[in-house]
């Protein structure tokens, strides 16, 4: 009842029908509508600003709350984006998965800039209200774990807190066993002639991916064609970008982290600091990095 009445409410309109609509009300933007408001029914803005439930009556819990929840929907759109970029690559289409490559740096972008409006929380404001989260802690969150898949880090322990949600679980296993961006650039770059051993090639998946000299070398050889046509150098300059932005999300994580509660343990049960350092020594598509030691 509730997807009939939102596709009712969004129809389908031509550029003559709304210029005919402009012309019927005056230029005056039209105030009846029969159901659902459009913009409503589309957004489902109603349901967004119901899904905020604070658990304590301080007024900063919101802010943290909301931009909690902002940053999921950030992970979830990085994840759609290159999940296209991944489809362009398997089809060879390297022009075609720069512009989905592009975007995903300024989700990403807009996912860091998320930190800003937190930097006003102190410790002591913090406090307030943590001990009420118990043992929530953003280390939970499915989608960044999904995120982090899609980008190479994988750690299939990391799936285990969601053994009792099925759906969830079932979602992360299946993205442990399908390559991640960096496999699938690895592999275009095995199809465009480049020199990479079987081994390689044909390695788990599930597991992290390990800097190979072949594909520095690969990399190099690239980036020594400095033409316009030269779509892989492109290609490296995009995913450089990514990997980029994406640092920066780590990087403000941490010091959010290091600002709100210094070094004290995390709420689930990691060590908190020490645990997001260690993590930020993961490097996405590390030999773009390396590479530029032979450039």
């Known amino acids: 009842m509730e997807e009939t009445a939102v596709k009712h409410a969004v129809r389908p309109a031509t550029a003559r029908e709304r210029a005919d609509r402009a012309a019927a009300t005056g230029g005056v933007p039209t105030l009846d509508f029969q159901g659902l408001v459009p913009y409503d029914a589309y957004v489902r803005a109603s349901d967004l600003h119901r899904l905020q439930h604070p658990l304590s009556e301080d007024s900063g819990e919101m802010s943290f709350l909301v931009i909690s929840q902002v940053m999921e929907l950030y992970f979830g759109l990085a994840?759609?984006?290159l999940t296209e970029v991944q489809r362009r690559l398997r089809a060879d289409d390297v022009w075609?998965?720069?512009l989905p490559l592009r975007r995903t740096a300024l989700h990403l972008e807009g996912l860091t800039a998320s930190w800003q409006?937190?930097?006003?929380?102190?410790?002591?404001?913090?406090?307030?209200?943590?001990?009420?989260l118990g043992e929530g802690s953003g280390f939970q969150s499915a989608m960044y774990r999904r995120l982090e898949f899609a980008l190479g880090l994988r750690t299939a322990s990391l799936i285990r807190p969601f053994r009792s949600q099925p759906d969830v679980h079932a979602e992360l296993t299946a993205a442990l066993t399908v390559p991640s961006l960096w496999d699938d650039v690895v592999a275009l770059l095995a199809r465009r002639g480049f020199e990479l051993p079987d081994d390689l090639l044909a390695r788990d998946v599930a597991e992290e991916h390990e800097a190979h000299p072949a594909v520095e070398a690969a990399w190099v050889e690239i980036y020594r064609d400095n033409g316009p046509d030269n779509h892989l150098r492109l290609l490296g300059e995009a995913l450089t970008e990514v990997a980029d932005r994406f640092g920066d999300w780590r990087y403000r994580h941490l010091n959010a982290v290091r600002r709100t509660m210094g070094a004290k343990p995390g709420s689930g049960g990691s060590n908190g600091l020490a645990w997001l350092?260690?993590?930020?020594?993961?490097e996405v598509f590390?030999?773009?990095?390396?590479?530029r030691t032979y450039m």
């Open 96 to 98: 075609g998965a720069l």
């Open 277 to 282: 350092q260690r993590s930020m020594a993961r």
């Open 117 to 132: 409006t937190l930097s006003w929380m102190t410790p002591a404001d913090f406090n307030r209200f943590r001990n009420l």
């Open 79 to 81: 994840r759609h984006e």
């Open 286 to 291: 590390p030999e773009l990095w390396s590479a």
